[in-house]
């Protein structure tokens, strides 16, 4: 089956592949202004948290074309009320509002120049995000590989392919990708509920790939730990606080106390644009908190009463003395993780 890009700028419009169609069919939205991206990114036809900076790029690089305006002043001022729009759709993830306030950057960086070289710096922008976007995946993904060894079962919760990521290789999957290149390694995917992210987008990503795994639901993580069927956990992330805190989808926290538990190693894969140095612990991370409809059913499916009352936060927090090692396209950090805000995000961390 021939997969078209997670997201691409096209002629002055952002094509994305719908996940919530996925695994079943494949189907691209075409969306030709800011809302489009938007409702998009709130719907969960995108997500993912690197995939989401590179989406806000674009939206932001979108409704700049659509901005009437005749003065930099006037152009700056919607500008901001576009960016403020897209930072909004989703409050979790960090890359977006970090993407956001590069292309803010952009557009203050060409005052002077005239609203068409804004508009013009913005798409350029956009599309060097994409670029870094992909760079840091493909070292991610290569700084991970020896955590693993031969014969390891890998338990990885909700989707971290390029589905999540928009480049052509994932964080946490993308590092189980080229571990089994490697050492050849079996993968134990959570289904991830509410919205089955696990049993939907990575059993059909992994399959894609040709590695070997095999779906549970999330409460079995726990007893095949017991059993000795799973040696170590991976997952992404969608923010990761100065202390290594990782808010990450719901169920990642059970899974690290099952872990912990166990006395397995429970690893965090994540570009460092995902670590958020202004937040100094997992407490002040933003939860989401999304629509009751999500657990009550799926799809055309219901299995609960209407008006059943619901609890749906998107995230959980899990404490970084649960976490063993943060894989970065910087390298690999280790407790007490206080070199994560110490270097440049472009710098060489140390690894290990």
Request: include cysteine.
């Amino acid at each position: 089956m021939s997969i078209p890009p997670v997201i691409e700028w096209c002629d002055g419009a952002v094509h994305i592949l719908d996940q919530r169609r996925l695994p079943d069919v494949v189907e691209v939205l075409r969306c030709r202004d800011v809302v489009d991206v938007c409702d998009a990114i709130r719907g969960l036809a995108i997500r993912g948290a690197p995939a989401l900076g590179v989406t806000a790029a674009y939206a932001i690089a979108l409704g700049a074309r659509n901005i009437e305006a005749s003065t930099e002043e006037d152009f700056l001022q919607q500008l901001g009320l576009v960016i403020d729009v897209v930072v909004a759709t989703r409050p979790t993830a960090v890359n977006l509002p970090w993407a956001a306030q590069r292309m803010r950057e952009t557009a203050l960086s060409k005052s002077g120049a005239g609203v068409d070289a804004m508009r013009h710096s913005l798409v350029e922008s956009a599309l060097a995000i994409a670029a870094d976007n992909e760079q840091r995946h493909q070292a991610l993904a290569r700084a991970g590989v020896d955590l693993f060894r031969s014969g390891d079962r890998v338990l990885h919760h909700c989707n971290t392919g390029r589905l999540a990521t928009a480049a052509s290789v994932g964080t946490a999957l993308g590092v189980i990708q080229v571990a089994h290149e490697r050492h050849g390694i079996d993968v134990i995917v959570s289904e991830t509920r509410p919205l089955l992210q696990g049993g939907r987008l990575t059993s059909w990503e992994l399959a894609q790939a040709n590695i070997p795994f095999t779906l549970i639901t999330d409460s079995m993580s726990a007893d095949l730990m017991r059993r000795g069927e799973i040696t170590a956990v991976i997952v992404g992330a969608d923010r990761i606080a100065a202390n290594g805190d990782v808010a990450n989808k719901i169920g990642t926290y059970a899974h690290a106390v099952a872990a912990r538990s166990h006395g397995l190693p429970f690893y965090v894969a994540a570009p460092r644009s995902t670590i958020d140095c202004d937040v100094p612990t997992g407490a002040a991370i933003p939860i989401e908190e999304r629509a009751p409809e999500e657990v009550r059913g799926y799809s055309d499916w219901r299995w609960a009463p209407a008006d059943t009352p619901v609890m749906n936060p998107a995230f959980d927090v899990t404490p970084h003395d649960l976490i063993t090692a943060i894989v970065t396209d910087c390298g690999v950090y280790r407790p007490p993780f206080a070199e994560l805000c110490r270097v440049d995000e472009m710098s060489k961390a140390p690894t290990g």
